[in-house]
């Protein structure tokens, strides 16, 4: 879905006057006086936000960063078009192979992030699950913990207090030194609260990433008709208030801090009160916050492989193939929730996330470059073979033949070979293909002094039970 320069300039038009007129709730006293110190109108905890303001913070904002990697996987840069994936965050419940549902446990943390790291098209490990049988006070660091010892890829880094970015900030320091935020390494995901607020939580932390030039990415979860209008332009409208809101806060505390347009906005059910993601107009939400994300120049995070289906069954390959499609040629610069999750996100699958991440495979190999050198064009070949011929016995063929051939536990044999071999739908066969992997992990390379002092830092080191 693509609107036209009209309808893109109605939404920042009608954004404009809400942020003026109508808005945003900003709970953090320092958040407000950032506001109030740069002329910015502010009562009680309401700040009015002029046109002026926003067209400030869009110069001064990067239109592309660069996340600092550990160990020795890449960097990855934002706003190129370039999708980067991360696999789900924030499920509470697990759902297994037989759709049992239950609570998610600090184990099951640990071994999303495991799988993560093994998984060769999921960029970034994710916060996949709660694990509830740990202490909310004892969670941060424990998951914080386990992100960076069981895994050198870039992290979502759970930030959902003070408490939580003084955590991230001290292990950094742990692994970098005290010069950490010299380079973009701290990639949080903030949540506004639809409509048009921050909590002190959201806008204390906006303020201290920006100070440190880390990342915020911005993403309101707008449901249409409870949280926002009832219909998509009004959504959007109240989305990018807030997403404009939260870059206004950035660029004045820092300019030039990184920001990224985010959005998991959608409609809810009018009969169950239920978030649907799995629905044409989540769609739609999505393709249009990439429009307006390059309007503005910003990198993008949008969801993908998103589903309301409760099992690895073809609904849930059928929205989340769409989710995916849609986000990618769109231009979704970091594509969050691009693996594993189920249940409107509400529920993680070790399944689905190895199974999605088969299909993230597929799609980049589709979106890969076409070969036209003189050996690919095969010229010759054609010419000798000539009409009516065979290829099989060609050298050339001998020396391609495998270029299409790679590993994979989705099926691609006759339905006899299949049958013959257990004849296991997709669901079991991700079942073994992800317990393989767990069997087979094994735990990147770090200073053995490092990872002591991040265990005492985040752990005290006291439990002998935690596998980190």
């Known amino acids: 879905m693509n609107l036209t320069k009209k309808d893109l300039t109605r939404i920042h038009e009608g954004t ?20 109030s110190s740069h002329g910015a109108r502010v009562e009680g905890t309401r700040v009015f936000i002029s046109e002026e303001m926003v067209d400030s913070a869009l110069l001064t904002v990067p239109s592309e960063f660069t996340l600092k990697s550990r160990g020795a996987v890449p960097d990855l840069t934002f706003g190129r078009g370039k999708a980067v994936f991360g696999s789900t965050s924030g499920c509470p419940y697990v759902i297994d192979a037989n ?3 239950r609570r998610g446990t600090m184990e099951d943390f640990e071994n999303a992030i495991k799988l993560g790291h093994m998984l060769p098209n999921i960029d970034v490990n994710g916060y996949c699950v709660e694990p509830s049988d740990v202490s909310p006070r004892e969670r941060a660091k424990r998951t914080l913990c386990a992100v960076l010892t069981l895994s050198d890829q870039a992290g979502e880094l759970p930030l959902s207090s003070p408490e939580d970015l003084d955590a991230a900030c001290g292990a950094m320091e742990i692994l970098h030194g005290s010069g950490w935020y010299e380079h973009i390494r701290v990639f949080a995901v903030l949540n506004s609260l639809s409509p048009l607020r921050f909590t002190s939580e959201t806008a204390n932390a906006a303020v201290r990433l920006a100070e440190l030039g880390q990342v915020v990415c911005l993403t309101p979860a707008a449901m249409a008709g409870f949280s926002s209008p009832a219909t998509r332009a009004g959504t959007l409208i109240v989305q990018n208030a807030e997403v404009l809101a939260g870059l206004v806060l950035t660029q004045l505390t820092r300019p030039g801090a990184p920001f990224m347009y985010g959005s ?20 739609s939400l ?7 994300a390059a309007n503005y120049r910003l990198p993008c ?15 849930a390959g059928f929205e989340s193939a769409m989710g995916l499609a849609t986000v990618i040629y769109n231009g979704v610069d970091f594509i969050l929730h691009a693996g594993g999750a189920l249940s409107s996100f509400a529920a993680f699958s070790f399944e689905k996330l190895v199974a999605d991440d088969e299909f993230l495979g597929m799609i980049r190999r589709f979106r890969g ?12 070949v054609i010419a000798s073979v000539g009409p009516g011929g065979s290829y099989l016995m060609e050298e050339h063929t001998l020396d391609h033949c495998r270029d299409y051939d790679r590993p994979t536990f989705f ?13 296991s739908d997709l669901g079991h066969a991700a079942e073994k293909r992800y317990q393989k992997m767990l069997q087979e992990y094994e735990p990147p390379e770090m200073d053995k002094l490092v990872k002591k002092q991040l265990r005492e830092f985040c752990l005290g080191d006291r439990d002998s039970s935690c596998s980190i």
């Open 286 to 292: 999505m393709a249009i916050t990439a429009q307006l």
């Open 16 to 35: 404009l006057r809400v942020l003026s007129q109508t808005g945003v709730s900003f709970e953090d006293p320092g958040a407000l006086e950032v506001f």
């Open 369 to 380: 470059p076409l070969p036209t050198s003189e050996e690919a064009a095969a010229l010759e």
């Open 264 to 283: 998991t906005s959608s409609i809810a059910s009018m009969r169950t009160g239920d978030f649907l993601v799995g629905v044409p107009e989540y769609w």
């Open 411 to 423: 099926n691609r044999s006759n339905h006899s070979s299949w049958s013959a071999s257990g004849g």
């Open 301 to 315: 995070r949008a969801g993908g492989a998103l589903t309301d289906a409760h099992s690895l069954d073809i609904q």
């Open 99 to 101: 759709n049992s549902m």
